[in-house]
């Protein structure tokens, strides 16, 4: 079983849609990313959360730290929100180890 | 730089040829991070350095990969006797500590 679990894998949207990602993981994190592929290779980082809520524009990443859970919802969506977004996490490994796990990203279309 | 800077970007090499990656993290971002991506969404952890100095070095393939963080100089992840399994597309990626990763636009490697 991997470490940090997407659903779903494919999620295909009508443009305006309110749309959500799922993040799972079983083991302690220190972090937890959400980064976002797009089709050309290149990866942003949209959020680094431990705890709480964080808000960027139409993106709003949660996290659980008791559930091991996090979601990434995309309010009003839109074609140019069509890209990979993968979850990832920094293990609670001790000290400054900030490598990360990932998950095996959620493909998202979002049609006009 | 304010961006991580990666080259080449596509480098297609002979099995058993020498492969050499270079990147060069942003100013002021102590950590660097390499990782490989293969089949679309599969990311594996190689290697991380804090400064020059190796920190963890679990994901490396030892007997043919090697990297270096030497100071004044661009990072380096190189490839001694490429085999076709190498094929994917070395990232790399840098951060302050414990802060936002920033990732270059990646190398895609072709081993034929």
């Known amino acids: 079983k991997n470490e940090v679990e997407q659903s779903p894998q494919n999620l295909t949207a009508q443009e305006g849609e309110f749309i959500t990602i799922n993040c799972s993981y079983s083991?302690?994190?220190?972090?937890l990313h959400w980064l976002q592929q797009h089709p050309g290779g290149g990866i942003v980082s949209l959020f680094m959360?431990?705890?709480g809520k964080k808000k960027h524009g139409r993106l709003i990443a949660t996290i659980n730290i008791q559930e091991k859970h996090s979601s990434l919802h995309i309010t009003a969506s839109h074609p140019r929100d069509s890209a990979v977004y993968i979850c990832a996490v920094q293990l609670n490994s001790g000290g400054s180890n900030y490598k990360l796990t990932f998950g095996k990203g959620t493909l998202l279309t979002v049609n006009p | 730089g304010e961006e991580v800077a990666q080259t080449p970007k596509h480098l297609v090499r002979g099995e058993g040829q020498k492969a050499k990656l270079y990147c060069a993290p942003i100013?002021?971002?102590?950590?660097v991070f390499w990782y490989q991506q293969v089949l679309k969404n599969e990311f594996k952890f190689l290697i991380s350095f804090q400064n020059e100095n190796v920190f963890d070095e679990t994901g490396m393939p030892k007997e043919r990969f090697s990297a270096k963080c030497l100071p004044n100089s661009p990072c380096s992840l190189e490839i001694q006797a490429t085999k076709l399994e190498d094929s994917a597309v070395y990232f790399c990626?840098?951060?302050?500590?414990?802060?936002?990763?920033?990732f270059g636009e990646g190398s895609w490697l072709t081993v034929v």
């Open positions: 100013k002021g971002h102590s950590y």
């Open positions: 083991v302690g994190i220190s972090a």
């Open positions: 990626a840098s951060s302050r500590q414990g802060n936002t990763i920033y």
């Open positions: 959360l431990s705890s």
